[in-house]
C-alpha cells in the first residue's frame, strides 16, 4: 500500500518561489500517477498538475503552465512540485494523491498525503 507524505510549504512573498515535495512508501509507487491539487478556504479542492508512471507525460491546471513545474525521481519516490512567480491567489493547501490511472479530478485518486500549506503574502 502506497503512503503519502508532503513537505516543502510555508510562506512566502508574492514573487517568490516554493518547491514542495511528495515522498511515498510502498514498492508500487512507481507504477502511479501522481498529481498535486490545492484547496483554498471556502474553495473546491483544484487540480494542479500530474505526471504519468514514468514521468514521460505532465499535465497542468491552464492557469499554472509557466509557473508551475512537476517532475518524479522514481530512485527516491518523490515527486516534486516547483513553484515560481507565487502569487497571493496560490494561497492553498496542497495536497499530493496517486493512482494507477491518474486524471484531473480528485475522485480518480485514492491516495492522499496529508497536505502541506502554503500562504502567498503580498
Known amino acids: 500500500q502506497v503512503q503519502l507524505v508532503e513537505s516543502g510549504g510555508g510562506l512566502v512573498q508574492a514573487g517568490g518561489s516554493l518547491r514542495l515535495s511528495c515522498s511515498a512508501s510502498?514498492?508500487?509507487?512507481?507504477?502511479?500517477?501522481v498529481a498535486w491539487f490545492r484547496q483554498a478556504p471556502g474553495k473546491e479542492r483544484e487540480f494542479v498538475a500530474s505526471?504519468?508512471?514514468?514521468?514521460?507525460?505532465?499535465n497542468y491546471a491552464d492557469s499554472l503552465k509557466g509557473r508551475f513545474t512537476i517532475s518524479r525521481d522514481s530512485t527516491k519516490n518523490t515527486v516534486l512540485l516547483q513553484m515560481n512567480s507565487l502569487e497571493p491567489e496560490d494561497t492553498a493547501v496542497y495536497y499530493c494523491?496517486?493512482?494507477?490511472?491518474?486524471?484531473?479530478?480528485?475522485?480518480?485518486?485514492?491516495?492522499w498525503g496529508q497536505g502541506t500549506q502554503v500562504t502567498v503574502s503580498s
Open positions: 505526471i504519468n508512471w514514468n514521468g514521460a507525460m505532465t
Open positions: 510502498g514498492r508500487t509507487f512507481s507504477f502511479y500517477s
Open positions: 494523491a496517486a493512482a494507477r490511472g491518474g486524471g484531473y479530478s480528485p475522485a480518480s485518486y485514492n491516495t
